[in-house]
């Protein structure tokens, strides 16, 4: 399989998201939301190496705030550079959000439906449904050339048609939000740690392990850990529970976390 992909995750977390599947023979790509100002979304892709002007698509996973609230000023920020990429969201997501709605008198917004497929800088991204309290979420697969990426985050169950999305990729990124001791020592109301818990909230730690396990293939070579929460989970928890799944199985993946506040590249 050919070596295509490169995941920049410019910032992963409750606070903000927002990654680039470049490219990186052409240094084309595309983002995955925007939930970050434009200083952290530029500053963010000048650490992990990508030219922010070579975006030739965006797409929304859900309309949640930390995911698209930094989607305007950025999208202005690009246009001035003379980078005008489309914008991909669903339909209700766009219909629930005003950060969304708000873009499509100034830029080309367009729609997606589970189970289409977008073509964007040379790659395909295939959108797949996530269990999320969002009007809809989802995750992608981005294939180009033998390569393929799997993004899932903001789910609390991994369903079969995920799962069959996430399988056989070269690079992952998982959700490993919390640990289940730490959720419930957190100082949050109750009703909160109920819906991060749920099966519309967030994947633990345990969980996001369990379907590595089960994601494990000969192909994969670089895992990254994601949306981990700063008040009910630590970077070293989410890390160390994917990587005892890499160890235990004698795989060879390298085991990576996404923080809120610091970019990394993967792949």
Known sequence: MGRVFRLHVLASGSSGNASVVEDMHTGKGVLIDCG???????????????DPSGLEAVVVTHEHADHVKGLG?????????????PLYAHAACIEASRSLSDLR?????????????????????????????????????????????????DTGVVSAQ??????????????????????????????????????RGHLNNDQSASELRLLLSARL??????????????Y???REALLSVVEQEGHLASVQVGFQRRPILVG
């Open 36 to 50: 970050i100002s434009k200083r952290a979304f530029m500053e963010g892709c000048a650490a992990t190496g990508f």
């Open 73 to 85: 000023v950025v999208m202005r920020g690009l246009s001035k550079m003379g980078c005008r990429p």
């Open 105 to 153: 008198s100034d830029f080309d917004v367009r729609t997606f439906s589970d189970g289409d497929q977008i073509s964007a800088a040379g790659m395909s991204a295939h959108p797949f449904r996530t269990s999320h309290d969002a009007s809809a979420s989802f995750g992608f697969r981005f294939e180009c050339d033998g390569d393929a990426l799997g993004f899932a985050t």
């Open 162 to 199: 995920a799962r069959e999305a996430l399988g056989g990729v070269r690079i992952l990124g998982l959700e490993a939000n919390h640990g289940l001791k730490m959720l419930d020592a957190a100082e949050y109301p109750a009703y909160v740690k109920k819906r991060i818990a749920s099966d």
């Open 221 to 234: 070579e670089s895992v990254a850990a994601l949306h981990v929460s700063e008040n009910a989970n630590t």
């Open 236 to 238: 070293r928890s989410a």
